[in-house]
C-alpha cells in the first residue's frame, strides 16, 4: 500500500492535471468561439468579394456586347447578329474539344469581332456595291484597328477580344488579312470566328446582297474547306447543322 505522504502528492498530481486539463479545455472553447466568429467574418467578406468579382465580370460581358453591337451597327447590321456568332462560336469550340471554360471566353468576346468596324468611313463601310480595290484596302484595316482598340489592356479577356477581331479574316490558306498567316498558325478564337461570322453573314440581309439560300451558303462552305477555313471547323459544322440552325431560329433577326 502507498503511504499517507505519497498518495497525498498522488492525488495532488492528478488534482493538477485535472485544473490544467480544465483549463485547457476553456481555453480551447473560448477559441474556438472566436475563429468561429473569425470564420463567419471571414466568409461574409470572401462571399461579398466573389459578388462583386461577378458583377464586375457581368458589367465587363455587357460592355464587350455592346461595343461589338456598336460596330455592327454602324455597318447597319443588327445586334443579333453578333449574339449568333457569340452562340455559333462557343458551340465550335466545344465540339472542336475546347474546355467549358475557353469556350465560354470565345463565347464573350466573339462580339467584338468587327470593332475596328467603328473607325471605317460610312460611304465605304455602307457601299451598297462591290468595292474598289482602293476601298477594299480601307475596309480591311478594320481587324488591325480593332487589335489596337482592344490590345492596350492588360486583362486577358480583353487581349482575347483583340486575338479575335485581328485573326478573324485571316484564311487556312493563309491568302487571308491583316497579315496573311496561315494553317494552326492562324489562333483557333480566330479560325472559329471566321466560321461562325460567315456563316451568319451569308445567312443575313446587307447592304450589298440580299441573304443567300441555306444550300448555297453549304456549298460554299463546303468548297472553302481547307482554303478559307480549317476543314475540322467544317466538318465539325455539318456534322452538328441541326444545332446551328436551332441557333439561329432562336436569335432571328
Not at 456595291?129 to 479577356?157: C, Q, W, Y
Request: net charge neutral.
Amino acid at each position: 500500500m502507498l503511504d499517507d505522504d505519497l498518495l497525498g502528492n498522488f492525488e495532488k498530481v492528478q488534482r493538477d492535471f485535472q485544473e490544467a486539463t480544465n483549463r485547457l479545455i476553456r481555453d480551447l472553447k473560448r477559441q474556438n468561439k472566436i475563429l468561429e466568429r473569425t470564420d463567419k467574418r471571414q466568409r461574409k467578406e470572401f462571399d461579398e468579394l466573389m459578388k462583386l468579382k461577378k458583377e464586375i465580370e457581368d458589367t465587363q460581358k455587357e460592355v464587350v456586347f455592346t461595343m461589338g453591337s456598336i460596330g455592327e451597327t454602324r455597318s447597319r447590321e443588327t445586334g443579333n447578329h453578333v449574339r449568333r456568332v457569340a452562340e455559333y462560336s462557343k458551340l465550335l469550340a466545344l465540339k472542336y474539344g475546347l474546355s467549358e471554360e475557353d469556350s465560354e471566353i470565345l463565347k464573350e468576346v466573339s462580339p467584338m469581332h468587327d470593332i475596328g468596324k467603328v473607325a471605317i468611313p460610312d460611304a465605304i463601310l455602307n457601299k451598297p456595291a462591290k468595292f474598289t480595290p482602293e476601298e477594299f484596302e480601307i475596309m480591311k484595316t478594320h481587324a488591325k484597328i480593332g487589335f489596337d482598340m482592344l490590345n492596350v489592356s492588360k486583362r486577358k479577356f480583353l487581349k482575347m477580344a483583340a486575338v479575335v477581331a485581328y485573326e478573324h479574316h485571316e484564311r487556312w490558306d493563309g491568302d487571308g488579312y491583316p497579315r496573311g498567316v496561315k494553317g494552326s498558325d492562324i489562333h483557333i478564337f480566330g479560325r472559329i470566328t471566321a466560321v461562325a461570322d460567315v456563316f451568319d453573314a451569308l445567312g443575313s440581309n446587307r447592304v450589298y446582297k440580299s441573304a443567300w439560300e441555306d444550300g448555297r451558303i453549304f456549298d460554299f462552305l463546303q468548297s472553302e474547306r481547307g482554303k478559307q477555313f480549317e476543314p475540322k471547323l467544317i466538318d465539325i459544322f455539318f456534322k452538328n447543322i441541326g444545332e446551328f440552325l436551332k441557333i439561329r431560329d432562336n436569335f432571328k433577326d
